[in-house]
């Protein structure tokens, strides 16, 4: 609570012209994460604390009135797909993209909730368990082979028959189910879902940390039980239906592609409302914090997975792209000028900065195309702190907003949050927030 005060005391309201369409709105503080995700059925069935909450799409789609049948929900970050799950679920349309093919498969898994047979996975379940492990050890593909040589495979399962066993296994899904799609899409979903679990790992904030562990499940045990808490999410989610509705839910339909937000492969005027979040300008890069996911299923090399990294949003100082210097900002310009003037632990930081609003002017141009006449833009967005300058990110996106046509309309902040404590002992406390920042097409 004292920091709270403080943080009330320097509100970190920028002295521009957009102060007027800020709104304290903190009953929101609690929906722009993912933990009140973790108790829903299909919405927690993969651990990734990225998100955002099902209720904030739900109440931004009341606020707006976008419930009627017609209207196409957009998301371009979809992350594991809270934007489109909901929209689905509410009876509406939507189109999602990501360029992670870790987030594409995610989400598709998830749309294709009311598509499971729970019968067919029940008895399938009970065959898998019949399977013979050193079996699976032993028949492992050359192209897997060669991917269990990595050192982060190898650094990452101290336990090599662990490591074995996971990579048979996965081969005994693609060749047992090559023809069953549903089964095999959820029973590979299962199969990334235990990595952390089975290996010598940690996902720790930014970091993929290596930690030995002593007491790990065997790859298969920890498979089974996952395949049956996906199997009971969704015994619960239609039990809920079955007791609570009268009539058949009608869901809404809709796509999610792997795709660049920069260059979005959608028709334009297709969209009524983007519901979004855009990786935080904070150094995290996801490439690292879920690699092994990327190599089991989606990469085939250390380059392939190392052309994903680079083209991702410049939120991370690994990210490249072509375009560089095209957005222009008086407040960026002023934040990147004290940035020089202080010492930073990589030198890339001013070119991510700089790089990752070039990216969201690149990103809010497509949408501006997509989007039909009055649509509407929510962006739930995090400002961040380096060596004690402020990068007010929400006020820079209504800036970018504007020079891409759309008009501001207000800017809620969820909550305040603190620095570390380096910098804070360094530099003093200085709140930055966390809001959502809409616009409109007008």
């Not at 009953?27 to 909450?53: Q, R």
């Not at 190898?154 to 990579?167: A, C, I």
């Not at 690292?288 to 100082?317: A, D, G, M, P």
Request: proline share 3%; aromatic share 12%; charged share 30%.
């Amino acid at each position: 609570m004292v920091l709270y005060k403080k943080f009330k005391k320097n509100n970190c309201f920028e002295k521009t012209k957009y102060k007027e369409f800020f709104k304290e709105k903190l009953d929101f503080g609690k929906l722009v994460n993912f933990g009140t995700n973790k108790k829903l059925p299909i919405y927690n069935w993969f651990k990734y604390k990225e998100a955002f909450s099902k209720e904030l799409v739900e109440r931004i789609i009341t606020n707006f009135n976008m419930k009627k049948e017609d209207k196409v929900i957009f998301d371009p970050f979809c992350g594991i797909g809270t934007t489109l799950l909901a929209s689905k679920q509410l009876g509406l349309n939507y189109l999602g993209s990501d360029l992670s093919p870790l987030c594409q498969f995610i989400t598709r898994a998830k749309l294709d909730f009311n598509r499971y047979n729970t019968k067919e996975l029940k008895r399938e379940l009970e065959k898998i368990k019949k399977w013979d492990i050193k079996e699976m050890r032993s028949e492992i593909k050359e192209e897997d082979s060669n991917l269990m040589k990595y050192s982060i495979f190898d650094k990452s399962f101290l336990d090599k028959d662990n490591l074995r066993e996971l990579f048979g296994l996965k081969n005994k899904i693609e060749n047992e189910y090559t023809n069953r799609p549903f089964v095999k899409q959820i029973l590979n979903l299962a199969l990334i879902s235990i990595l952390e679990e089975v290996s010598d790992t940690k996902k720790d904030g930014a970091f993929f940390r290596l930690i030995r562990k002593d007491n790990k499940p065997n790859v298969i045990n920890a498979f089974v039980k996952k395949v049956n808490s996906l199997i009971n999410s969704l015994e619960e989610y239609n039990f809920s239906l079955t007791n609570f509705l009268s009539e058949k839910k009608e869901y809404g339909d809709g796509d999610v592609k792997i795709a660049d937000s920069r260059k979005l492969p959608f028709e334009t005027n297709s969209v009524d409302i983007t519901i979004t979040s855009p990786p935080y300008l904070n150094r995290y890069d996801y490439t690292r914090i879920y690699q092994l996911e990327l190599y089991l299923l989606f990469c085939k090399s250390f380059e392939e997975l190392r052309n994903i990294r680079y083209n991702t949003i410049r939120s991370h100082v690994e990210a490249k792209y072509k375009d560089f210097g095209i957005f222009n900002s008086e407040i960026l310009k002023e934040r990147l000028e004290k940035l020089s003037k202080r010492e930073l632990n990589n030198q890339r930081i001013p070119y991510m900065i700089q790089g990752y609003f070039d990216d969201m002017f690149l990103t809010m141009k497509e949408l501006y195309r997509v989007t039909k006449k009055k649509g509407i833009i929510v962006f739930v967005v995090g400002s961040t702190r380096f060596s004690g300058v402020s990068i007010p990110v929400d006020t820079i996106l209504l800036e970018i907003g504007e020079q891409s046509g759309f008009t501001p309309v207000e800017v809620w902040i969820t909550r305040y949050k603190g620095n570390t404590p380096q910098q804070i002992q360094k530099y003093g406390l200085e709140a930055v927030r966390e809001s959502i920042v809409i616009l409109r097409k007008d």
